[in-house]
T-cell receptor, first 115, second 113 residues
Framework: EPEVTQTPSHQVTQMGQEVILRCVPI?????FYWYRQILGQKVEFLVS????????KSEIFDDQFSVERPDGSNFTLKIRSTKLEDSAMYFC?????????????FGDGTRLSIL | AQKITQTQPGMFVQEKEAVTLDCTYD???????LFWYKQPSSGEMIFLIY??????QNATEGRYSLNFQKARKSANLVISASQLGDSAMYFC??????????FGTGTRLQVFP
């Protein structure tokens, strides 16, 4: 069964450094998302992306964050000048369509640890 | 007010028994989707089942079924014939007229032999 692939599975970075989290969505999916889950807390929406532009973002997704689809298969989340509170599990997701009944399929996540 | 409420932080069930995980939601949008995800201890988020607000029948997917009671705004997940591999966190989520899924706080299910 097709799946969303995320790399790396675990990233350890010094505070203040930049980090790029990578995702390969399911190949026929057109809508892409990033979520994060701080340890022990709820899963929170960060951003959605369609047709090479951001379609929606949360208040968490400030100027520190950016997303990009650099080629036909990858979807990346860049976090600039990382802070301790950016430590979390980051999930990429994709869906075939945009409708509210469309399931979003998640990758295995990248656990980001900021030291 | 919480959009998604999961009142059971933890549940125990014996292998082969059925278990119901509760989820209530709050929305004024007449059109919405409800979703359940499983998160094993390894951390991945696995989509299980969904229900559309206009669906007349309860969704089923293998051993998973969704007990959708629209008037009560509840969308409980029923797992039949529990297996040891069902031990995980289970999240209920809703999508209204935006791109984002709104998640509940989750229920940790433990299946014992």
């Amino acid at each position: 069964e097709p799946e969303v692939t995320q790399t790396p599975s675990h990233q350890v970075t010094q505070m203040g450094q930049e980090v790029i989290l990578r995702c390969v969505p399911i190949s026929n999916h057109l809508y892409f998302y990033w979520y994060r889950q701080i340890l022990g807390q709820k899963v929170e929406f960060l951003v959605s992306f369609y047709n090479n532009e951001i379609s929606e973002k949360s208040e968490i997704f400030d100027d520190q964050f950016s997303v990009e689809r650099p080629d036909g298969s990858n979807f990346t989340l860049k976090i600039r000048s990382t802070k301790l509170e950016d430590s979390a599990m980051y999930f990429c997701a994709s869906s075939e369509g945009a409708g509210r009944y469309q399931p979003q399929h998640f990758g295995d996540g990248t656990r980001l640890s900021i030291l | 007010a919480q959009k998604i409420t999961q009142t059971q932080p933890g549940m125990f069930v014996q292998e082969k028994e059925a278990v119901t995980l509760d989820c209530t939601y709050d929305t004024s949008d007449p059109s919405y989707g409800l979703f359940w995800y499983k998160q094993p201890s390894s951390g991945e988020m696995i989509f299980l089942i969904y229900q559309g607000s206009y669906d007349q029948q309860n969704a089923t997917e293998g051993r998973y079924s969704l007990n959708f009671q629209k008037a009560r705004k509840s969308a409980n997940l029923v797992i039949s014939a529990s297996q040891l591999g069902d031990s995980a966190m289970y999240f209920c989520a809703m999508r209204e007229d935006t791109d984002k899924l709104i998640f509940g706080t989750g229920t940790r299910l433990q299946v014992f032999p």
